[in-house]
């Protein structure tokens, strides 16, 4: 059987970045940088005071104290005239443009003239008592970006920040990869709609509502292909709509383990070919991976806490690849087990709660580690790995773990 890295290698082999499309800056939160952006002016764009105060050459300070003749006023926003010569200040506000001959600005508090009112006239003359050093409180041009400089890589995920930065550069459209078409549907007999009443021997479908959030976390445009019953022309019928959609991947979950009913297998092979339909892991042993009519395919285990457990090390992966994205990997940290935990052997991915003491994270288990157990999935800060081989944790051990 495949291991978890074998399986995760064998899936990425098969995924390509999708196409680029530009689009405004404003939806493009969360989005991939299909290419490396370069700055087209420096930023401040032109010397700035940053704090309200005067504008004042700082060689008059030598005197200190002193008084000098206030010749001009600049609001942020404004184009300032004058030179200033010596002996001469401009009262000046928060961004607003240093004008010539001037090298720096005493804050407001530290002169004689403290009326900050909106309004309020400049003064003929301010004094102030202390020296003041070329280039205090003015933010030079140029001083955080140059033009021409790499300001985003290519394969980011854009963060308000990146949309910030972008913006004070007057960027308004932004090249991106299309997000991932993922056409996702459950399967089962047993499987309600939440908005159903139940009946004797249903479950609700769980899988569609955890899925299609992690799919949309992850960047995808999600096609909601509903509920394939347990029978060949149910799971085709999906999986034509998928094709139908013009799919980028195909995600189901159930159906791809050993049982009578279990046709999702069967409609991969008929009309396509799979590569693999189990890894050496748990939770989530049956899981497959092939083309449906030319279309990437995995087939997630039914079971709940399996589908996110193989989502996680697989699909978000596959989702990476196919946006073009290069951050964003799963953050691993170093934990000590609480208490002995035994394995089977195989690759295990253990519920845990996670407490940090001493500059060292300890785990326990979040609760029930049975694969259908959702509740100790939702009290979970971590998805503790026991590796392949390992029978036993002691207690205090250092392992492995998938910060959720
Ligand atoms: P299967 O792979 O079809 O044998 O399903 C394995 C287990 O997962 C069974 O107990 C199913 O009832 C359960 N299961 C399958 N699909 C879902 C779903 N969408 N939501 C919740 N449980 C599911
Ligand atoms: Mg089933």
Known sequence: MLSVAEARQRILAHFQPTATETIPLIASFRRVLAS?????????????????GFAIRAEDSNAAPL??????????????????????????????PMPQGANAVVPVE?????????????????????????????????????????????GCTLKAQDLGLLASLGVSQVPVHKKPRVALLSSGNELTPIDQPLESG??????????AALLENAGAEVLRLGVAQDTRESVSEL??????????????????SVGAFDYVKEVIELQ?????????????????????????FI?????????????????REALR????????????????????????????YLRVKLREENGHFWATPSGHQGSANLLALTQADALLIIPAGVKCVPAGQEVEAILL
């Not at 000098?68 to 607003?96: E, F, H, N």
């Open 36 to 52: 490396e952006m370069a700055a087209t002016h420096d930023l401040p764009p032109f010397d700035n005071s940053s704090m309200d």
């Open 67 to 96: 008084t000098l003749s206030v010749v001009a006023d600049i609001p942020a926003g404004s184009t300032p005239k004058a030179l200033l010569a010596p002996g001469q200040a401009a009262r000046i506000m928060t961004g607003a």
């Open 110 to 154: 530290d002169t004689d003239f403290n009326s900050r009112e909106a309004g309020a006239p400049a003064p003929q003359n301010v004094s102030f008592n202390r020296k003041v050093t070329a280039g205090e409180n003015v933010r030079p041009q140029g001083m955080d970006v140059r033009a021409g400089e790499t300001i985003l890589q290519k």
């Open 202 to 211: 249903k479950i609700y479908d769980a899988n569609t509502y955890l899925l």
């Open 239 to 256: 999986f034509e709509k998928a094709v139908a959609e013009k799919a980028d991947l195909i995600l189901s979950s159930a159906g791809v």
């Open 272 to 296: 396509g070919n799979l590569d693999f339909w189990r890894v050496n892991m748990r939770p989530g042993k049956p899981l497959a991976f092939g083309r449906y009519r030319g279309i990437n």
């Open 299 to 315: 087939g997630l285990p039914g079971n709940p806490v399996s589908a996110f457990v193989g989502f996680t090390l697989f699909v």
């Open 321 to 348: 690849a196919l946006s073009g994205c290069s951050d964003g990997s799963q953050l691993k940290v170093k934990v000590r087990s609480v208490e002995e935990i035994e394995s089977d052997g195989r690759e295990s």
